[in-house]
C-alpha cells in the first residue's frame, strides 16, 4: 500500500517544494521578530542627543516654576497611556516597511527645528519635539501605530511652559477672578471682606487683616496640573466622546473652585488664628488640599454623569483615534 506525504495545506507551495519543510515562526528573540526595534533604539537615542538642551531646560523650569512642576510626571503618564493602547488595540509589528517619504519628513521637522534655533526662538524650537516624535512613530509603524500612538504624543504637550506672553494674558485674569470669587464666597460665608485691587481686606477680632492674591495664587498651577491629570484620565478610561469633551472642559472651572476654597480657607484661617507662624502653616495646608479636592470634583462629576446617563454606558466602544476592535 502506497503511502503518501502529509501536506499541510496552511503551508505555502515554496514551504512545501522546500526540503527543509515549512518555516517555522521567527523565535521572539531575533530581530527577524522585531525588525523595528534597531531603527526604534536609534531614532529615539538620536532624538533624546538632539534635544538634550531643551531636557535640560524643562528639568530646570519644572524644579523652580510651581507652575510647571507636575511636568516630572508627564513623559510616564505618556509612556503609560502608549502601552494601554498597544496592549487594547494589537499591532503587527512585522508588516510595516517605511516609505523614504516618511524619514524626510522627519528630517524636514528637524529642519524646521535648526531654523528656530537660529531665529532664538526658544519655545518653539523645544515643542518641535511632538511633531518630531510624530514623524518618528509613523517611521516606525506608519499610519496604524501612529494612530495608537497619537494621545501619549498629545499628552506631552503638559511638559511645556506657556509662553511668555501668553503666560501673562493667562495669570493675571486668574488672579483677579480668584480676589472675587474669595471675596464672594468669604462674604457669603459671614465675614467682613473689600477688595482692593489683588489685596483682600478682612474685618477679624484681633483687628483688620490684609490677604493677597498673589501672582503664585492666581490658580494657573492648579490649572495646568488638574488639565493634565483629566487628560490623562478621559483617556485611559472607556466613555463616550461627548463625556470626554464635559469632562476636558470641566477643568477650568473646578480649578477655579479648588483655588477660590484655598483662598476662603485661608482667610478664615486668618479670622481665628493669630501669629505668622500659624498663617503660614494654614496657607500651606490649604494648598495641600486644593489637588485632593479638585480630584474629589473630578470623581464625582464622572459618578454624577455615569448616573445620569447610565443607558450610555452599553454603546459599542471605539478606541480614541478610530484604530479598530479591540483584538
Known sequence: MAHFPLVNPQASPADRNSPRGPSA??????????PWLPAAIVGTLLMAWAYAPNFRHLIFVWNTEPNYSHGFLVVPIAIMILWRRLSDWSYDWTSFRAPVWSWALLGACLLGRAVAYEWSMQWVETV????????????LGGRPLLARAWPAIAFLVFMFPLPTSMNSLVSLPLQRIATLGSCFVMQ???????????????????GPKQLEVAMACNGLSMLMTLAATVTATVILIDMPVWKRIVILLSAFP???ISNVSRIVATGWCYYYIEGARAKELAHDWSGYLMMPLALVLVGLEIWLLSWLFEADEGYARKPMGLVGPRS
Open 25 to 34: 515562526p521567527p523565535s521572539p528573540f531575533t530581530l527577524q521578530a522585531w
Open 128 to 139: 518641535s519635539i511632538l511633531p518630531v516624535a510624530a514623524c518618528l512613530v509613523f517611521a
Open 188 to 206: 457669603l460665608s459671614g465675614l467682613w471682606v473689600v477688595a482692593e485691587g489683588n489685596v483682600i481686606t478682612l474685618g477679624t477680632p484681633h
Open 254 to 256: 473646578i480649578a477655579l
